[in-house]
């Protein structure tokens, strides 16, 4: 006689969604990098070979950290001006900008969000060409802009997004990242199971140790600042944590001021020249008795986290990695605290914005 | 016999520096659009006749709130896209982006931040044009920039920047801001005396139901949420409390989850398109017992404060006068707490971030 041990399908098991999708991000980046690879470089050749003036992304919540960190890049590989536009500009004030010879590119998991298609609609008609990264291609947003890439996330169910995040930075780094770090995506699902693998009990540990901080600081700079600022969002979304995520210059300019021995501070850094001032930040915050960690390669080291980070990652492509210990410390802290990452409080995955 | 009382100058009351300095702002305007009138108009004539292909500030901290503030004007009023750069492209990775035909705008109390200066020296070398607003026409920014604007602001002393901040806004506002809103420009003095003297009482009462709060939010939308944020840095750098300012589209679209009983809100709002979102977020608010209140015209209002904005004001105007009792509120909860607003731990004046 044998006996049957199964889970009921009902018993939903606290942030098993955001698990699931967090460990499906290496499959999903070496889908995308395979199965859209032609269509990531049949769209990377178009803005190569004829650059714009400037490049103007519009974004909402977690996508507009990953169009912070492609404006490092358009700006740093491509050479070209980039920043991102408040799409209020036109939802509130009818604002309609000169952007003949301008690359709009909405970056949305939904494709959905109305302020977003307003913002590209008044491009189009302003003269910009317009690109939609989205991980529905039946979306409004796909459906009027220029060229839309598929980020091939596959269908996300968790609220707290993850795997579209990285999707989308994936996509963003394939699009307008230099050749010698183009070179190096089709190695990061590897690093990307090495870095779970790695962290996952390191993680566990910080987790315990922040269950109870009323407060998170979380700081990096340069392409790495998307991080700490999507980090901070996570734990807002999932464990309701005052997470506050900062370039640390604009930390260091002002709300420095919040950190003393009630408020751990995470850096995100690795090897590379943002290493210097999270080094600096490091010290000043050991002085005053701050429980600081670093998420990074060991250049840079904190109170107990190990290196979880492979060496030798350039700086560019570091987001893609250094955001999956986040990801799990998010949904760590939130089943720490009682709370089901799965069903945050107040959250739908769709904010229709105006 | 007469007897003399005297307090010594040894003697610092906690906060009258800030609070001299909050006084003080409506004659600094006046002095700005009078004695800093015709530079203005000279600068401004310059740009309207031949506008830029787009506009870039870079700034750090409150200045990079009044820079948030001049993204909007300058793509609604003159109609050109603008948008907020990040340093650290060049100074972290050497980035060089074509900006022919763009214009660099500097925006910088102390203009001595060595970021924004290799910002600057970057831009000119890439054909940009260059502005720096300061209140230091003797500092590196302004002598390597094409053209400057002193905000006039006087001499500030108190570490958190209050005056220089509006008076960064109010040179923004007289450079981009379209011609109907000009005419309301030399009406601000007076207006901004009428917000001190109705908004002193009701501030004091507000800071004291804050006294005890470990967190605050803050909320607006468009030209506002430039005051939600610089609101929010007022009371991190003075009062130590944990303070998130936000767009009110970003809030909706994950940090809303933070809202509860023990988290009050405080909104910026007046007549105005912006006015539909926040009535929204207050009653949401409402429904969730949150502590919530707004500072505006009384359009909309949140539980006690009575309207301390006039009416009319237009909303691209409103940011120079809402921030006031913002302002008073970080004094008087920071006063409230047994800080000295006036010497805040970790702060200086001049930030050396590169």
Redesign the interface.
């Known amino acids: 006689m044998t006996v049957e041990v199964t889970t009921p399908a009902a018993v939903a098991v606290p942030g098993a969604r955001m698990r699931r999708e967090i460990a499906e991000q290496p499959a999903k980046w070496h889908d995308a990098l395979t199965r859209g690879g032609e269509e990531l470089r049949a769209v990377r050749a178009r803005i190569w070979n004829r650059p714009p003036?400037?490049v103007?992304f519009v974004a909402?919540?977690?996508s507009?950290h990953a169009a912070l960190y492609a404006?490092?890049l358009?700006?740093?590989a491509?050479?070209?001006?980039?920043?991102?536009?408040?799409?209020?500009?036109v939802t509130?004030?009818?604002?309609?900008?000169?952007?003949r010879?301008?690359l709009v590119v909405a970056v949305s998991q939904s494709g959905g969000s109305p302020?977003l298609v307003a913002f590209l609609e008044m491009a189009r008609a302003q003269g910009a060409a317009t690109l939609t990264l989205t991980n529905d291609t039946d979306s409004a947003l796909a459906r009027i802009s220029d060229e839309t890439i598929d980020i091939l996330a596959g269908r996300e169910t968790a609220v707290a997004a993850t795997k579209s995040y990285t999707g989308e930075l994936l996509a963003l780094a394939a699009l307008f990242a230099g050749e010698e770090t183009l070179a190096q995506l089709p190695a990061l699902p590897e690093l990307g199971e090495k870095v779970l693998a790695v962290a996952t009990g390191p993680v566990e540990e910080l987790a315990a140790r922040y269950r109870y901080a009323?407060?998170i600081m979380t700081a990096a700079?340069?392409y790495s600042?998307a991080t700490a600022r999507e980090a901070a969002?996570k734990l807002?979304?999932t464990s309701?944590v005052?997470a506050?995520g900062m370039?640390?210059?604009?930390l260091?300019?002002?709300?420095?001021?919040?950190?003393?021995q009630s408020?751990p501070l995470l850096c995100f850094t690795s090897a590379g020249?943002?290493a210097r001032?999270i080094a600096q930040l490091v010290d000043l915050a050991g002085e005053?008795g701050v429980d600081v960690d670093v998420i990074g390669d060991g250049t840079v080291t904190g109170r107990t986290l190990p290196a979880v980070l492979p060496r030798d990652v350039s700086?560019e492509l570091r987001p893609v990695l250094e955001i999956l210990p986040a990801q799990l410390l998010a949904a760590e802290v939130a089943v720490a605290r009682g709370y089901d990452p799965d069903a945050?409080?107040?959250?739908s995955k769709v904010?229709r914005?105006?």
């Open positions: 003036k400037a103007l909402r919540g977690t507009d404006n490092y358009v700006q740093t491509l050479g070209v001006p980039a920043a991102s536009a408040s799409p209020s500009v509130l004030y009818g604002g309609a900008p000169d952007l010879d301008v302020d009323d407060r700079r340069g600042s969002l807002v979304e309701y005052s506050h370039s640390s210059a604009d260091l300019h002002g709300p420095v001021a919040l950190l003393d408020v020249p943002d001032e005053r700086p945050p409080r107040g959250l904010t914005t105006y």
